[in-house]
């Protein structure tokens, strides 16, 4: 074996391993919401768990990126590439702490119900959810088009949040007594939208990995064509 294609063998073995990370992200923010919908401690209590599963694939890869580097000499060129990498594993871990943000509340809402969920809340977590597990079907398959379209994707999430956030803050103090349940809730929403934000980053870097000679700056991506 070349010392290339040895080389080549270790990046496929490294994209092989975010796409794992994303998949144990996926996991754990549909547990997370699981958790929410059915006000379920227990489930909550697994997100812990599964957040740890998480940042110690963080760090496997950071691990591996900087072996890399350090025993590989990458050209400028493959060096990017790893650089890409590091920032994917740093969303992905990102959005998996929001994800226990989102579980860490299901105590405090179950012990002061809520009388009211606005529909927003299900449809934000629904559509951050397929924007994930899109975002690594983008980077599996350095498709640009895929990952210009997911990274637009953060307005329709703005859009639900901003939409409603006041309104929902409005309902619960009218109808509940007290402020937690109210303010648990609005915590929630809050980490619910940060989700869209780190995953659209990482539907760029993924399609700039392929492209990225093309590319100038984090939200520009390169022309296929040059």
Same mark, same amino acid.
């Given at each position: 074996?070349?010392?290339?294609?040895?080389?080549?063998?270790?990046?496929?073995?490294?994209?092989?391993?975010?796409?794992?990370?994303?998949?144990?992200?996926?996991?754990?923010? !549909?547990?997370?919401?699981?958790?929410?919908?059915?006000?379920?401690?227990?489930?909550? !209590?697994?997100?812990?768990?599964?957040?740890?599963?998480?940042?110690?694939?963080?760090?496997?890869?950071?691990?591996?990126?900087?072996?890399?580097?350090?025993?590989?000499?990458?050209?400028?060129?493959?060096?990017?590439?790893?650089?890409?990498?590091?920032?994917?594993?740093?969303?992905?871990?990102?959005?998996?702490?929001?994800? !226990?943000?989102?579980?860490?509340?299901?105590?405090?809402?179950?012990?002061?119900?809520?009388?009211?969920?606005?529909?927003?809340?299900?449809?934000?977590?629904?559509?951050?959810?397929?924007?994930?597990?899109?975002?690594?079907?983008?980077?599996?398959?350095?498709?640009?088009?895929?990952?210009?379209?997911?990274?637009?994707?953060?307005?329709?999430?703005?859009?639900?949040?901003?939409?409603?956030?006041?309104?929902?803050?409005?309902?619960?103090?009218?109808?509940?007594?007290?402020?937690?349940?109210?303010?648990?809730?609005?915590?929630?929403?809050?980490?619910? !939208?940060?989700?869209?934000?780190?995953?659209?980053?990482?539907?760029?870097?993924?399609?700039?990995?392929?492209?990225?000679?093309?590319?100038?700056?984090?939200?520009?991506?390169?022309?296929?064509?040059?």
């Amino acid at each position: 074996m070349t010392v290339r294609a040895h080389f080549e063998r270790k990046l496929n073995e490294l994209n092989d391993e975010i796409l794992r990370m994303g998949r144990l992200v996926e996991a754990e923010l !549909k547990l997370a919401l699981e958790a929410f919908t059915e006000l379920d401690v227990a489930k909550a !209590k697994e997100v812990s768990a599964a957040d740890r599963l998480v940042n110690r694939a963080r760090f496997d890869i950071e691990e591996r990126c900087f072996s890399l580097i350090v025993t590989q000499q990458p050209a400028a060129r493959d060096l990017r590439t790893i650089t890409t990498a590091m920032n994917i594993i740093v969303d992905l871990e990102r959005m998996g702490d929001q994800a !226990k943000g989102i579980a860490k509340v299901v105590p405090r809402l179950q012990a002061t119900p809520v009388a009211f969920y606005p529909p927003e809340l299900a449809q934000m977590g629904e559509l951050v959810t397929k924007m994930l597990n899109q975002v690594m079907v983008a980077f599996a398959r350095k498709n640009v088009d895929l990952a210009r379209i997911l990274a637009r994707q953060d307005d329709e999430v703005d859009a639900l949040y901003a939409g409603r956030t006041e309104q929902f803050i409005e309902t619960q103090v009218r109808f509940e007594d007290g402020r937690t349940g109210a303010v648990s809730a609005t915590l929630r929403l809050e980490n619910a !939208k940060t989700f869209a934000p780190a995953a659209a980053p990482s539907a760029r870097e993924a399609a700039r990995a392929r492209w990225r000679r093309a590319v100038d700056t984090v939200r520009a991506f390169g022309n296929p064509s040059d």
